[in-house]
Nanobody
Framework: DVQLQASGGGLAQAGGSLRLSCASS????????IGWFRQAPGNERTYVAA????????YHADSVKGRFTISRDNAKNTVYLQMNNLKPEDTGVYYC????????????????WGQGTLVTVSS
């Protein structure tokens, strides 16, 4: 079974840092892409970052560019989201998801979703 486990959320002050992890199993890691999304209370889920596991190419949304970095460790089947210089508007539940490893990038669709991890940034 495909499994995704997001972790690393918590409470941080504005300007602080957190690192999220997305541990995965049940599929051939190199054949796919993994994305991070966030959903703030009362808002729709939005794209944050994505990476192709085979090539390592990355995408970061404009709102996080220069502050967040997505990376991967293929040996551990894990993708990370390093979040620096956090802002209150980064607050939300962060989800990781699996998308196709070829075609359009960043992937326009994601097929499997993990449970979220809550990030709260105080001002």
């Amino acid at each position: 079974d495909v499994q995704l486990q997001a972790s690393g959320g918590g409470l941080a002050q504005a300007g602080g840092s957190l690192r999220l992890s997305c541990a995965s199993s049940g599929f051939t890691f190199d054949d796919y892409a993994i994305g991070w999304f966030r959903q703030a209370p009362g808002n729709e889920r939005t794209y944050v970052a994505a990476t192709r596991m085979g090539s390592g190419i990355t995408y970061h949304a404009d709102s996080v560019k220069g502050r967040f970095t997505i990376s991967r460790d293929n040996a551990k089947n894990t993708v990370y989201l390093q979040m620096n210089n956090l802002k209150p508007e980064d607050t939300g539940v962060y989800y990781c998801a699996i998308g196709p490893g070829s075609g359009d990038f960043p992937p326009p669709r994601f097929d499997y979703w993990g449970q979220g991890t809550l990030v709260t940034v105080s001002s």
